[in-house]
């Protein structure tokens, strides 16, 4: 969605809305934006959010660093990943997860474990769905978007354990809270995955 150029002067910075100059994309738009620069440069995401009550909330996107990845594809074995220090359901509380396939010419695939604090596997509603596994296949180039539910009145949380298939790209994956009040979206935060060592 509309490519193109743009040059950041020495000594100074471009900061807008997706949809706003130098990018012009189309609002509402959701998808990936991808950008390569000469030279190295420093990048921060924010995501905006219009709540219930027409109040704007932002948070800082963070995103796991997929730039260690398992070697060849054809020889990797199926392995953990990396880890979500953090997720949450219930009492307000929703965890959107975003799962992204940063490879170019592979699929990625593998399972995602909710797992309570003492390790043990934390059943969890997702996309109307209960339970403590959830496969993920992405394409190339590809995302995923899931969420729990939020249902009930008491709060769970746990970490998830991230495990790419045997000749499978490892994904990257963040996290985005939200915590609603009567309803009312009043603050949201974002963590990405920690890696495995390699």
Do not use: C
Not at 38 to 59: D, H, Y
Not at 156 to 174: C, E, K, M, N, Q
């Amino acid at each position: 969605v509309n490519p193109g150029t743009v040059t950041i002067p020495a000594k100074s910075q471009i900061a807008g809305f997706i949809n706003e100059l130098p990018f012009n994309s189309p609002a509402p738009y959701f998808g990936l934006m991808r950008f390569a620069s000469s030279i190295p440069v420093a990048v921060t995401s924010l995501r905006g959010l219009r709540n219930e009550r027409s109040e704007f909330i932002m948070t800082a996107v963070n995103e796991s660093d997929t730039s260690r990845q398992r070697g060849s594809n054809v020889l990797a074995p199926q392995a953990v990943v990396g880890y979500l220090p953090l997720i949450v359901e219930g009492g307000g509380w929703t965890t959107e997860l975003v799962l992204r396939n940063p490879d170019f010419d592979d699929a990625a695939a593998g399972t995602l474990d909710f797992q309570d604090p003492n390790g043990n596997p934390l059943p969890l509603t997702i996309n109307g769905q209960t339970t403590s596994t959830l496969r993920y296949e992405m394409q190339r180039s590809d995302f995923l978007r899931v969420s729990t539910s939020g249902a009930g009145s008491n709060i769970r949380v746990g970490s998830i354990r991230v495990t790419a298939d045997a000749h499978s790209f490892a994904p990257g994956l963040f996290a985005i809270y939200s915590f609603k009040r009567a309803g009312v979206t009043v603050s949201t935060a974002s963590a990405p995955m920690v890696e495995s060592e390699r």
